[in-house]
């Protein structure tokens, strides 16, 4: 086996092992959301718990992190053919790296701001309504359901804060970088047809609402009106599983999509020389 094969097979157990991880954290920190659990005496453990829950969920997401750039080092060093060589070479040239950490990071941002992760209320004076310390943070461990708990509450300032719910905190990374995946490529194969560069603006925009169910109602209540506005967010709110299968396959399949166009009758990538 060569050493390509092997950074992109290691790489795979890596991203596999993180998700995996992440997903047994969840369910086991469930256990622990039970109100009647949390008695004076308890808290404290509780509260050690919740820490040592968010330092495993880190190493988590950075060992995701480093099996995603195993991979695709392992893909673009390999130089195939199939597809997801050729999403490789696109993206791995520093102008691609450069579109994808500034779409990652200002979607993510954009992201925080319309899911609750990041509060600016200027009509609400956090010293003032919750008697909070400015600045001051601490974490929330119940109760809630699974993937919801523990929250981190940071008062930055009096009307700024941090809510930094796990499940968000997750899928808004997976699709700040799928959407960053998605740009990049988009960018790069800018002749792309319209079909293509279509999916992926649907996908980007589902999933601005995996962790916030009622965006759409806020959205909308500026332009439909207040009472008809949180009517809506509450219909919608219903449908949060669904935004979620619909917004992350397709910003999953849309590169493939793009991909198909960027390759040559022998496999090869259209675009190769740009990506050394």
Not at 12 to 29: A, Q, W
Not at 32 to 52: F, K, M, V
Not at 88 to 93: M, S
Not at 249 to 269: E, F, H, Q, W
């Amino acid at each position: 086996m060569s050493e390509q094969s092997k950074d992109i097979n290691k790489g795979k157990k890596i991203i596999i092992l993180g998700f995996v991880i992440i997903g047994i954290l969840f369910l086991i920190y469930s256990r622990y959301q039970d109100p009647e659990l949390l008695t004076p005496s308890a808290i404290e453990s509780i509260q050690r718990i919740a820490l040592g829950f968010y330092i495993t969920l880190i190493a988590a997401l950075g060992a995701i992190a480093l099996g995603m750039y195993r991979y695709h080092k392992g893909k673009v060093e390999s130089n195939g053919k199939d597809l997801s060589t050729i999403i490789a070479l696109v993206t791995w040239n520093s102008k691609s790296r450069k579109i994808f950490v500034t779409v990652f990071v200002v979607y993510g941002i954009f992201f925080s701001l319309i899911s609750g992760t990041l509060v600016y209320q200027p009509e609400v004076n956090f010293a003032i309504h919750y008697g909070a310390t400015i600045p001051s943070g601490f974490i929330a461990p119940c109760c809630d359901g699974p993937g919801y708990m523990p929250k981190i509450i940071i008062y930055l300032t009096e009307h700024i804060g941090l809510q930094v719910i796990p499940i968000n905190l997750v899928l808004q990374i997976i699709v700040s970088y799928l959407v960053g995946l998605n740009a990049s490529i988009a960018i790069s194969a800018y002749k792309i047809s319209k079909k293509g560069r279509g999916a992926s603006t649907i996908g980007a925009a589902a999933g601005l609402f995996i962790a916030c169910p009622t965006c759409a109602g806020t959205f909308l209540s500026i332009f439909i009106g207040t009472a008809s506005g949180i009517a809506l967010s509450i219909a919608l709110s219903q449908m949060q599983t669904l935004f979620i299968a619909v917004s992350i396959p397709v910003l999953i399949i849309t590169p493939y999509v793009m991909a198909k166009k960027l390759r040559n009758s022998d496999g090869s990538c259209k675009i190769e020389g740009e990506s050394k």
